[in-house]
DNA sequence: TTTTGAGTTGTTCGA
DNA sequence: GTCGAACAACTCAAA
């Protein structure tokens, strides 16, 4: 007898660790554990996500005749009890990256026999290292690498039936309200990539930067969880890139499964460097004075900072759990660089808010737009939110399906509603300032305050 | 060891 | 309106 060990790899097809705990012929009980961590979070969109996605788990074993055995409590002490129930042999789950996780499995170790296989990622964090064995810090040479290792394409076969699992008690996770634009599970997983795949895959260069057409996968919740296997999309990808009619949907095939890599690449920076959860990856830019005004990350956080990208952005993250990436690096580089706010509050705000919330993507993604990252943004760069809203959402239809005030803004004014005369704001029955607030920074003036602020970092002297 | 080329996603200014 | 340069050096990866 094994257990599977269900961590983040919530799905049947392409698991190695199920593989691998079926692959002696004996029985096999699929083991959630709830610890503190999820019982305990402030990130409720989230575990509702997870909660529903345990239910769609155990629904999908029982019609193979098994079933998820979930228990509460420290993953050691539970699985040590239950391996001494069902005298299982050895423990097998998949090997994750977070020093939380690094330290729990070392926990676990001591007690039972556990067996750590990859499949959070395509190529696990220590297999993607340059020839001197150190890990990549520039993200362009490591996706060389990780293109030039090879991978099996053929991906484990689903199950059919599954040994049945001895009548354990099984904590059943409570009901939550699922978040209703993102169904849990194996099959909406496999049902959003057929449909990405069957079209937008092709024009995804450009569509993913535009947060008013729906040119994104929204996969993301569902690879968080392992609801779906990396292998598979990027095998399914790579079939595409031969079904491409030209060069252009080519470069857009190749474009998505850049962002897969871009994923496993901010999971072997946490794997090697884990201190970039604490603190920048450039020490040159440790020591920027943040102004921290607790009334600019409440705007921020509540979509009231007067731009309308930013706003729409914040709003659709609080209602639904998901932005656009476009507007994260949008509503980020906001918050970092025109209200001084330190990266890691924004951090924090998005892990509470995202479905699809990751330590090593999120992290990634945020030292990235505060420029102290590996491979970052220049620090001069800064996203003027105006021009990014024209850019991105011409006709202003995003601001306005999440800032509902500005529906009658006419498109000239639809990124800068405080231009607006008194008569066109009239017209348009919103009066900035009373019904839509006035910017709460000016750009110019908050983009020499960053410049001025990362400068006085970066001539700091720094002992490591 | 030294050298060389390169590096996700922008903005602003002046010609 | 369009274009190229400056922004600011710096560090990494590989030959």
Redesign the pocket.
């Known amino acids: 007898m094994n257990i599977w060990w269900v961590r983040r790899d919530l799905r049947l097809s392409d698991n190695q660790a199920l593989t691998a705990a079926l692959s002696e012929g004996g029985g096999v009980v699929p083991v959630f554990i709830l610890d503190e961590h999820l019982l305990n979070t402030p990130a409720e969109k989230r575990q509702a996500f997870l909660f529903a996605g345990l239910r769609e788990l155990d629904h999908d074993l029982r019609s193979r005749g098994s079933r998820l055995v979930i228990r509460r409590g420290d993953p050691a002490t539970e699985l040590a009890r239950i391996a001494a129930e069902c005298s299982a042999a050895d423990v097998y789950a998949e090997q994750d990256v977070t020093p939380y996780a690094i330290r729990r499995d070392l926990a676990v170790g001591r007690k039972v026999n556990l067996h750590l296989v990859g499949g959070l990622g395509v190529h696990p964090p220590a297999a993607v290292v340059?020839?001197d064995g150190?890990?990549?810090?520039?993200?362009?040479?490591?996706?060389?690498?990780w293109r030039a290792l090879p991978f099996s394409s053929q991906t484990l076969p689903t199950p059919a039936v599954l040994p049945p699992v001895p009548a354990f008690f099984s904590a059943v996770p409570p009901d939550l309200p699922v978040p209703d634009l993102f169904q849990p599970g194996e099959r909406e997983a496999q049902r959003r990539l057929a449909v990405f795949l069957s079209g937008a895959i092709y024009e995804y260069q450009d569509a993913?930067?535009r947060p008013d057409l729906d040119g994104t996968s929204t996969l993301s919740p569902y690879f968080r969880f392992g609801m779906l296997s990396a292998r598979q999309a990027v095998l399914a990808a790579r079939q595409a890139v031969e079904n491409a009619p030209d060069t252009q949907a080519r470069s857009s095939c190749e474009?998505w499964i850049?962002?897969i890599i871009?994923r496993e690449?901010y999971q072997s920076i946490l794997y090697h460097f884990p201190f970039v959860l604490q603190t920048a990856f450039?020490p040159?830019l440790r020591s920027i004075p943040w102004q921290n005004k607790p009334q600019d990350l409440r705007a921020w956080q509540m979509g009231l900072t007067g731009y309308p990208i930013v706003d729409a952005g914040m709003r659709q993250l609080a209602a639904t759990g998901w932005m656009h990436?476009?507007v994260r690096?949008i509503t980020a580089s906001f918050l970092v660089k025109h209200l001084l706010v330190d990266w890691r509050e924004g951090e924090r705000w998005f892990m509470r808010s995202l479905i699809d919330g990751d330590p090593a993507a999120n992290n990634?993604?945020w030292q990235?737009?505060a420029g102290t990252g590996?491979?970052?943004?220049?620090?001069?760069?800064?996203?003027?939110?105006v021009?990014?809203g024209e850019?991105f959402d011409p006709a202003g239809e995003y601001v306005r399906r999440w800032v509902p005030e500005l529906e009658r803004v006419p498109q000239k004014f639809i990124h800068a509603p405080w231009k607006m005369s008194s008569e066109q704001q009239h017209a348009a029955r919103v009066m900035i300032g009373i019904d839509y607030p006035a910017p709460i920074v000016d750009?110019?003036v908050a983009?020499r305050r960053v410049?001025d602020a990362y400068?006085q970092s970066?001539s700091t002297i720094v002992s490591e």
């Open positions: 340059k020839s150190n890990p990549y810090t520039v993200f362009t040479p490591y996706s060389r690498a993913r930067n474009t850049n962002e871009w690449f450039k040159s990436n476009r690096m990634g993604g990235w737009t590996t491979d970052a943004a220049p620090f001069f760069r800064i996203f003027n939110p021009i990014q850019k750009h110019f983009r410049l400068s970066r």
